[in-house]
């Protein structure tokens, strides 16, 4: 039997990370939970162990460039050479832009965009020497633009730039870079949006499913399945791809 490979998956504690974290799991891969703080990561562990899969719990802040290496250097120590990727990391600093901090540009710039770009850098070796990798990078609808969101929506449309310039650089090597965007998803990120503009939040996404042409929000299963896809064999022809995973080709 082949070792199974190794993924590493960002922001995974908890949302969309920790739902693909554990359906890359159960997919059969080894998966590295990268967080934050390395205890919240291990919630994720657990419930991947409950379901018979095995993982690592790391704790890493993505923007910083010294950690990222040693995040990835010990995935690769502790579980093997990582040669699936998924940035996933992320935050809001919601304001509209006439009142945005410039920090809070900073910080949300830092994370999404420098996060990935210093993530890939730290992984990519790993990839190339196997002649075999699979990136994802989460971007987001908001990349066509959000009132309130100028960071944000600044740091979605970087990643994908940085993602189909990443699909030219490494597919020579056997590794696929593509982004999902994915609409609204319920997770702590779209609870707290609620809360800022004082909305509760059933009635939010309630609002949200009504203009989804499949009449829902989504769930982080749903982005999680289309990780699944994009990290398996058979996807090595789909490079530099932009999904909108939205429930509807419009939003
Ligand atoms: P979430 O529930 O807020 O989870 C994000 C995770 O990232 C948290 O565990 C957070 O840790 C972690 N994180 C933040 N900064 C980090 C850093 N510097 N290094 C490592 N980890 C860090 O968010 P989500 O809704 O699951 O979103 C996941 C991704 O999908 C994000 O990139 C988001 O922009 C994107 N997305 C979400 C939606 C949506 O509707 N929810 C839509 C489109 C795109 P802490 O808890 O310690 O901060």
Do not use: C
Not at 10 to 28: F, K, M, V
Not at 171 to 187: D, L, M, Q, R, S
Not at 203 to 227: C, N, S, T
């Amino acid at each position: 039997m082949t070792t199974p490979r190794t993924a590493i998956v960002t922001g995974a504690a908890r949302g969309i990370g920790a739902a693909i974290a554990l359906r890359l799991a159960t997919d059969g891969y080894q998966v590295a939970v990268l967080d934050l703080d390395e205890s919240t990561a291990a919630t994720t562990v657990a419930k991947i162990a409950d379901a018979g899969g095995h993982a690592l719990a790391v704790g890493v802040d993505v923007s910083d460039e010294a950690s990222s290496q040693a995040a990835v250097q010990r995935v690769a120590d502790e579980l093997g050479a990582p040669t699936i990727l998924v940035n996933n990391a992320g935050i809001t600093r919601d304001n509209l832009l006439f009142k945005l901090p410039v920090q809070d540009w900073d910080s949300v710039l830092n994370v999404h965009l420098r996060g990935a770009f210093l993530m890939v850098k730290a992984a990519q070796k790993h990839m190339t020497a196997q002649k075999f990798g699979r990136i994802v990078n989460m971007s987001s609808l908001s990349a066509l633009g959000n009132r309130g969101q100028a960071n944000y929506a600044a740091a979605k449309a970087g990643l994908q730039g940085f993602t189909k310039t990443v699909a030219i650089e490494l597919g020579k090597f056997g590794v696929t870079t593509n982004a999902i965007a994915p609409g609204f998803i319920e997770t702590e990120m779209t609870a707290a949006t609620a809360e800022r503009i004082g909305i509760p939040f059933e009635e939010f996404k309630a609002g949200a499913a009504a203009q989804i042409p499949v009449g829902r929000v989504g769930q982080p299963e749903d982005v999680a399945h289309l990780v699944s896809f994009f990290v398996s064999e058979g996807a090595g022809f789909v490079n530099g791809q932009i999904v909108y995973l939205s429930g509807g080709p419009n939003n």
